[in-house]
């Protein structure tokens, strides 16, 4: 790399690093300010506080705010370097435009590599002690269902309890059928359904099998059953954004599982996934706008600048949250709403490239 390099990327990436720091100590502040009586009152103990709760916390609100710290940086340091003439300097020494873009986008695909790890690996390992700590002393997380729980296991074996709690793992009145077409094949009935976390199975107290087979039936009953079936604890109650503790691969594996029960829950995983996906992507493309935006020297300056700036990231950030929300209660395709705010906002970036002062 030439010294042009080393001096952008420094400038870029110390601006956003300094940047987002003195936010987070702000927000944290904040943040204890808001919580302390929630953590004095439940007596969160302070090493707890610290490095259960804040220090993940840390990760998270990085991986949140990155693109629009990313805009932010470039929109400060290039419009200084634009008010000091120093970018018409370089472009009189006859270095090219596009070659003076080259250290931005290396900044920036190293800023969106850490993005992508940061949201599909990192935080979801440190959410894990954060939610923890959050559902202990903060808020509950999980929430048991209503009475009469009906759910879809299987293409076509459905299951029924009339209530279920999440804190011991246990259920009353459990009924499990399976069909053939519209024909009644299989069913399995227990007073109590209890999950056992060491064998991964389900315990079944009383039950009672019927399997009918053309005119012919087989009953069975018995004290206790212990089975394994398409069901998983998690299926019986509402954990609060539980697809923060999952990482890709995992986040992968739910979205399968949900589909394969038929479960509405795999559209908002898939939501979920695209949108890691496609965030780091909005690192590169908004650096493309914020240098086209702020190298021009203009009247205002640095001010002008930051406020078109800040007006364009919140306009990306509003069209996401759209889009995901048509895409979670609507019929939009995830992968369409997590990249037509990208696209869109890719096509401005190239235009501005087009009549930027060159």
Request: aromatic share 14%; charged share 25%.
């Amino acid at each position: 790399m030439k010294l042009l390099d080393i001096y952008i990327i420094k400038k870029f990436l110390g601006t956003f690093f300094y940047a987002i720091s003195l936010l987070i100590i702000i927000v944290i502040i904040f943040d204890i300010s808001e919580n302390i009586d929630e953590f004095l009152e439940k007596d969160a103990p302070l090493n707890e506080i610290i490095f259960s709760y804040y220090l993940n916390f840390v990760p998270y609100f990085i991986n949140l705010f990155v693109y629009l710290f990313t805009f932010i940086s470039v929109i400060f340091f290039t419009s200084k370097l634009a008010s000091n003439t120093e970018i018409v300097a370089m472009l009189s020494g006859g270095v090219s435009y596009y070659r003076f873009l080259r250290p931005y986008f290396i900044s920036a695909i190293i800023l969106a590599i850490m993005s992508f790890y940061l949201g599909n690996f990192l935080i979801p390992k440190t959410n894990i002690k954060r939610r923890e700590f959050k559902d202990r002393y903060m808020e509950n997380l999980n929430q048991d269902k209503e009475r009469n729980i009906h759910l879809k296991i299987g293409p076509q074996t459905y299951i029924y309890l009339e209530n279920y709690n999440s804190s011991t793992n246990t259920g009353t009145k459990f009924s499990l059928e399976e069909f053939d077409g519209n024909k009644l094949i299989y069913k399995l009935m227990g007073d109590r359904l209890k999950w056992d976390s060491t064998t991964n199975l389900w315990s079944i107290d009383n039950y009672n099998i019927r399997e009918i087979e053309d005119v012919r039936e087989t009953l069975r009953r018995g004290d206790r059953l212990d089975t394994n079936i398409n069901l998983k604890p998690y299926d019986l109650y509402v954990k609060k954004e539980d697809f923060e503790e999952m990482n890709y691969w995992e986040l992968n594996d739910r979205i399968e599982e949900e589909r394969l029960k038929g479960s509405v829950k795999a559209k908002i995983y898939d939501v979920e996934r695209h949108k890691r996906l496609a965030a780091p992507f909005a690192t590169i493309i908004l650096t493309l706008i914020g240098v086209t935006l702020s190298s021009r020297k203009m009247r205002g300056g640095i001010g002008m600048h930051l406020g078109l700036g800040i007006a364009f990231t919140f306009t990306y950030i509003l069209f996401m949250q759209v889009t995901m929300v048509f895409a979670t209660l609507g019929n939009l395709s995830p992968f369409l709403a997590a990249w037509i705010p990208n696209i869109v906002f890719a096509v401005v970036g190239l235009v501005l490239l087009r009549t930027a002062q060159k």
